[in-house]
């Protein structure tokens, strides 16, 4: 009893220092920059912007806040937090604890989904195709590992490398034979993540997937756990394992799909944070899931807070700065696993 | 009463499970026995429905199990695996908590309900002091034990085990199989594949032996497990004797 109630706790104190540190980072993060704002500044300018009171800063800087960075801010922790639960929730129902939206194909699939309508010039049907190249490398990915036998970590890994190198292929000869000037910078720009094209937009689609996508799998959380053991002693508990993982994966490609279509493809945001989380507070997803999804939204406001002003006045891609701090942190993690074992 | 009739299995033009009939009275331990390859896992798997026979069905106290829905079905059979995962970050208590799955609906989390039947479970299987550890960090014996907590929590009236005892170390089988049998005064029905012949002897009240995925032998333990048929099953010479104090049959190879 004691152990419980030991650990719900824990997980709310953590939930509620997450949540904190959320509202502080999306301050900061829009105070910081080439113009260097307070966060009275900031909240001044927001609550303006509701419709209470005056701004505190001149129009240009209001502009600045309100219509640059506030929305790549809120993408951002979006994005974060969409990016987290899609691998929390793949790395469960494949049971492999190296499964991301990156290894399975689906940021590829998207990227060239989007990458092809970019250079086709219908931007505007842009998240839906890449909701669509995203889909099509899941059924790809897992269509390709239970034509194997049963769906096994190993099998869906090797099955996504292989979706993923066709994807990125196809990418990059679609790119070759097509792209001229510029596009050629901003699909690259593209196709290693960047927030700074995000817009109003860009927070609706991002907020609209995880009020329609991501709030259901994290009321579902506790089924997820079932999956612990395999898809034998799931199924032996009563969990319908086939219908479940194809409905959480088709979830996570709409995810990860309506992130991708507004920032590129994010490595590592997906991979890592699923596994920090773990290590504090345990592989329950009731409390796994939303702390995921808070930390991922902090972790990706300051790797784009990072992108964008280390090389003042150059920006660089936040995919640069995810994998520069993700894939220590996946080594340090990999380490940790073979100690375990 | 678990009664299995004409159950088969095939995959790929293979007979793993070829017309098999397994009767179990209520209350009482079954042992699966024969050599690897007989088909004992499988036949387990088809009788918890985790896979789906190719013909034959399986009564349990006269309900069709093949016709429940899977999660009222997981409500009255329960599966220990052998060799579960060992990388499961869950708490000890969270995985006997997974065996409330097929009692709530998919919204709802754990109720205090949910949580005093775990706690008894564990309470039951000796690890209670336990709970709160994470799963990985156990030993054979331990995971195996909580794994049995689990099953429990699941409420079953039968009690499927996949050779239980393997990789254990010796306390450890005994304790295991000493619980299903204390399980089994309680009413459960518990059907175990061994492979051990002198543990299936002292534990069980029953023997099913399965040989290239038929019965060729089933019945009373102490009548049916005889050096004939252990010649011809496991084609090894062995003399049964009795324990000394429990009267029950030992089984010496050689």
Same mark, same amino acid.
């Given at each position: ?33 080439? %113009? ?46 969409? #990016? ?15 499964? *991301? ?21 219908? /931007? ?24 194997? /036998?049963?769906?096994?970590?190993? @099998? ?8 993923? %190198? ?30 700074? /094209? ?22 579902? /959380? @506790? ?7 395999? *898809? ?14 194809? #409905? ?63 090389? *003042? ?29 | ?26 209350? $009482? ?35 069709? &199990? ?112 000493? &619980? ?21 002897? $002292? ?6 032996? &399965? ?17 004939? &048929?252990?010649? $011809? ?12 104090? $429990? ?8």
């Amino acid at each position: 009893m004691r152990a419980r109630s030991k650990g719900r706790a824990g997980t709310a104190l953590t939930g509620a220092l997450l949540a904190v540190l959320l509202v502080a980072s999306v301050t900061l993060a829009v105070a910081i920059g080439p %113009a260097s704002l307070s966060a009275t500044d900031v909240w001044g300018s927001v609550l303006h912007h509701l419709g209470f009171g005056e701004s505190p800063l001149p129009g240009l800087l209001d502009g600045v806040v309100w219509e640059l960075r506030l929305p790549r801010v809120l993408t951002a922790a979006g994005v974060g937090a969409g #990016l987290a639960i899609s691998g929390a929730v793949m790395q469960a129902v494949t049971r492999n604890p190296l499964a *991301d939206p990156y290894l399975l194909g689906l940021s590829s699939g998207a990227s060239l989904g989007a990458v092809a309508v970019l250079l086709l010039g219908l /931007g505007l049907v842009l998240p839906l195709a890449a909701f669509a190249g995203a889909m099509l490398a899941l059924v790809a990915t897992l269509g390709l590992a239970s034509s194997l /036998g049963a769906i096994t970590p190993t @099998r869906t890994v090797l099955a996504g490398l292989a979706v993923s %190198a066709l994807a990125g292929a196809a990418t990059s000869f679609v790119i070759f034979w097509s792209a001229q000037g510029d596009a050629y910078r901003e699909i690259l720009g593209w196709l290693m993540g960047s927030l700074g /094209g995000a817009t109003w937009w860009s927070v609706l689609i991002v907020a609209v997937a995880i009020a329609v996508v991501g709030t259901p799998i994290l009321v579902t /959380g @506790r089924v997820l756990d079932a999956f612990a053991f395999g *898809d034998t002693a799931a199924s032996a508990l009563g969990v319908n394992v086939n219908g479940t993982r194809w #409905l959480l994966l088709a979830g996570t490609a709409v995810l990860t799909g309506a992130m991708v279509s507004v920032s590129g493809s994010i490595g590592f945001v997906g991979l890592i944070l699923p596994h920090a989380v773990r290590l504090v507070v345990g592989g329950a997803h009731r409390a796994l899931l939303p702390l995921a999804a808070l930390s991922g939204a902090v972790f990706l406001i300051w790797a784009d807070t990072l992108a964008r002003t280390v090389f *003042d006045p150059r920006e660089i891609p936040v995919g640069i700065i995810t994998a520069l701090i993700g894939a220590p942190v996946f080594a340090v993690l990999l380490w940790r696993r073979k100690a375990i074992a | 009463m678990l009664e299995a009739s004409r159950l088969s299995y095939t995959i790929d033009g293979r007979m793993l499970v070829d017309g098999v009939d397994v009767s179990v009275p209520s209350g $009482s331990v079954s042992a699966l026995l024969g050599p690897n390859g007989a088909g004992k896992s499988t036949l387990l798997a088809l009788i918890a429905a985790t896979r789906r026979p190719s013909g034959g069905t399986v009564l349990l106290d006269d309900t069709d &199990l093949g016709s429940l829905p899977r999660r009222e079905r997981a409500r009255r059979v329960a599966l220990v695996e052998q060799d579960s995962a060992t990388d499961v970050e869950l708490s000890v208590r969270q995985v006997v908590l997974l065996g409330r799955t097929p009692h709530q609906s998919m919204l709802a989390g754990d109720s205090a309900q949910d949580g005093t039947i775990a706690d008894e479970a564990l309470e039951t299987v000796g690890m209670s002091s336990f709970a709160a550890r994470r799963f990985h960090t156990l030993s054979g014996g331990e995971r195996q034990r909580v794994q049995l907590a689990r099953a429990l929590t699941q409420q079953p009236s039968l009690l499927l085990l996949d050779e239980p005892t393997n990789h254990l170390d010796i306390s450890a089988q005994l304790s295991v199989l000493a &619980l299903v049998r204390s399980l089994a005064t309680q009413g459960v029905t518990a059907l175990a594949a061994l492979h051990d012949l002198t543990l299936a002897a $002292s534990y069980s009240d029953h023997v099913i032996v &399965l040989q290239r995925g038929r019965v060729v032998a089933a019945g009373a333990t102490d009548a049916t497990l005889t050096p004939d &048929l252990i010649r $011809s099953v496991f084609e090894v010479d062995a003399v049964v004797l009795r324990h000394p104090e $429990s009267g029950r049959p030992v089984i010496a190879f050689g």
